[in-house]
């Protein structure tokens, strides 16, 4: 059974940074795309960033591009995603899941919170 574990959110001022982090488990991890996610409170979950099986590919958000970076590493099963210059309204909880179409199982998500 697959399972996403996300870790690496926090409270961070805005402007500050993130370097987010889902280990893999369940599937064999080198076949998929991966995307993280978020969902903001009383809001949809929405795509963040995606990137190819390979890691060669990646593609962003209107909204993060320019400010987060995704990566993989397929002998650690993991994909990362570093955001900078953060802002409030990047407050959501984080998930990772496959690319394009994520699984029907999701894991807990990190807490992703800009404030001052």
């Known amino acids: 059974q697959v399972q996403f574990v996300e870790s690496g959110g926090n409270l961070v001022q805005p402007g500050g940074s993130l370097r987010l982090s889902c280990a893999v488990s369940g599937i064999k991890f080198s076949r998929y795309g991966m995307s993280w996610y978020r969902q903001a409170p009383g809001k949809g979950r929405e795509v963040v960033a995606s990137i190819s099986e390979t890691g060669v590919d990646t593609t962003y958000a209107d909204s993060m591009e320019g400010r987060c970076t995704i990566s993989r590493d397929n002998a650690k099963n993991r994909v990362y995603l570093q955001m900078d210059s953060l802002k409030p309204e990047d407050t959501a909880v984080y998930y990772c899941?496959?690319?394009?179409?994520?699984?029907?199982?999701w894991g807990q998500g990190t807490q992703v919170t800009v404030s001052s």
């Open positions: 899941n496959t690319s394009p179409f994520p699984g029907d199982s």
